[in-house]
């Protein structure tokens, strides 16, 4: 009698620990959004010469801070000792022209040395602007009609141990993420297999309460959806 008892409670248990879960997950599933397909966006800035010059400072290295307007580098116009046929560099000019950084942000890479070569437009450093930070989530087609602009978002972010940030979604993008890529799914073949597509949303953070967001880096979000 008390073994019976004893497996009538343990079945009783299981039953509501599986109700309770399975509640949970209905309700979460109902008014909640979630996916692990989700990335640190910002604007990454190259920082680059307008003109051909030799690189003869380099004032900065990967991950420093940068204040808009402080040099990065300076390029002066290279010396050759065959001004004919241009070959046979000189050393360069004690002095240069200031490379200035067009916004605050930090070094994300670094694409040149003192004493290189660097051709109009090419980079000499790229920063990422921290003022203009958001969360680009890649949302299941199935569930993008229950997104809209102005939802709460939750953001658990891996670099910061999991900390969760707030946001709100911003926009929703009018194609699929395939739709950019750079071979675009064919539907021309007769043996063709349905495969689900995802959306780009775009999500603002409302504050990181000073914490450092870096580009690329994998957040989960969880929409609020009613």
């Known amino acids: 009698m008390r073994r019976r008892i004893l497996i009538l409670s343990v079945i009783a248990i299981i039953l509501i620990a599986g109700g309770a879960y399975g509640i949970n997950m209905w309700y979460q599933n109902t008014h909640y959004v979630t996916t692990t397909n989700a990335q640190v966006s910002a604007p990454l800035i190259a920082v680059s010469t307008l003109g051909t010059g030799q690189v003869i400072k380099l004032d900065v290295d990967i991950g ?20 004919t046929s241009r070959q046979g560099s000189e050393a360069p000019p004690a002095s240069g022209t200031a490379i200035e950084a067009p916004v605050s942000g930090y070094v994300a890479a670094i694409w040149s040395y003192p004493g290189a070569i660097v051709s109009a437009g090419s980079p000499i450093v790229t920063l ?31 670099s910061l141990d999991g900390a969760t940030l707030k946001g709100k979604v911003q926009g929703i993008a009018s194609a699929t993420a395939a739709t950019f890529s750079l071979l675009p799914q064919s539907n021309t073949n007769a043996n063709f297999i349905k495969v689900g597509q995802v959306v780009p949303v775009k999500i603002i953070v ?5 914490a450092s967001l870096f580009p690329g880096s994998s957040v989960e979000v969880k929409i609020a959806t009613n």
């Open 64 to 83: 420093a801070w940068i204040e808009k307007g402080q040099t990065v580098a300076e390029i002066a116009t290279p010396r050759f000792s065959d001004n």
């Open 128 to 158: 990422y602007d921290v003022s203009n930070v958001w969360v680009t989530a890649n949302i299941d087609e199935t569930a993008i009609s229950r997104i809209h602009p102005g939802q709460d978002v939750d953001i658990s972010v891996d």
């Open 206 to 210: 409302l504050k990181t309460d000073g």
